[in-house]
């Protein structure tokens, strides 16, 4: 799921001319199978870094509805979603190589049609590659909740996030977030209640129970039993 986990991370005051980043890049070492993923399967089911627009239809030879899911993690919950919704097409963004190649794994395993991963950086995918109006949902599971203060600035949910993310959607599509950190989803809650051309589809304002197609992870699975919380938050573009 959602993990915006990046490299010894390159920090601002180094790099001031660099915008700031959501993850902190580290690469981790990939198995032996996960390179073999990465050299053999990524040109089947991966997508080249480009600047040139998608077409999901021509993707996928088939027009279906196209949802994008950002930072995927190793990718089983996006590989489980894909194979329970076979007549979706699904595209999946993630910064980690070895999440990238293990997922490319559970592609090749499952055998999935329609499913498409990408290694690079979720904004300028966004702003390069997805055209407006053309998403039917963006996900965006446990993303790296920067619990310090002086390191929300680096949340992915801001409003200029969000408004970009507005343009891709179709209109009646859905932004759903999850995340394990309370101040987060009230930071999320926030943003996401004070943003132009959205509403909340929960009927209490807040948040909404988990929906059946997220899977509930090995992770939250874990948390439940210690007492944790996880909080879903499903927001639609209404204009």
Not at 77 to 90: G, M, V
Request: proline share 7%; net charge neutral; charged share 25%.
């Amino acid at each position: 799921m959602c993990a915006p986990h990046e490299d010894p991370a390159v920090t601002e005051t180094e790099r001031p001319h660099r915008a700031i980043r959501s993850y902190t890049l580290r690469q981790g070492r990939l198995t032996p199978a996960q390179q073999r993923a990465m050299d053999e399967l990524f040109p089947r089911f991966g997508l080249a870094s480009a600047a040139a627009p998608l077409d999901c239809t021509a993707l996928f030879g088939r027009s279906a509805p196209c949802i994008l899911e950002i930072g995927f993690g190793n990718g089983d919950s996006l590989a489980a979603i894909a194979q329970a919704h076979p007549d979706n097409n699904y595209l999946g963004i993630e910064v980690h190589t070895p999440g990238v190649g293990h997922l490319l794994l559970r592609i090749e395993e499952l055998g999935l049609n329609n499913l498409r991963v990408m290694r690079d950086d979720a904004v300028e995918v966004l702003t390069q590659r997805i055209p407006d109006g053309s998403l039917d949902a963006v996900y965006l599971f446990f993303a790296d909740p920067w619990p310090k203060k002086r390191h929300h600035k680096r949340r992915i949910v801001q409003d200029e996030f969000v408004q970009l993310l507005r343009r891709k959607l179709k209109v009646g599509g859905h932004f759903h977030m999850a995340t394990d950190w309370e101040n987060y989803a009230q930071h999320m809650l926030e943003v996401m209640t004070a943003a132009a051309g959205f509403r909340n589809t929960s009927p209490t304002g807040d948040y909404v129970p988990r929906p059946d197609y997220r899977p509930l992870t090995k992770f939250e699975q874990r948390g439940q039993r210690l007492g944790h919380g996880v909080w879903d938050l499903i927001f639609e573009r209404s204009a």
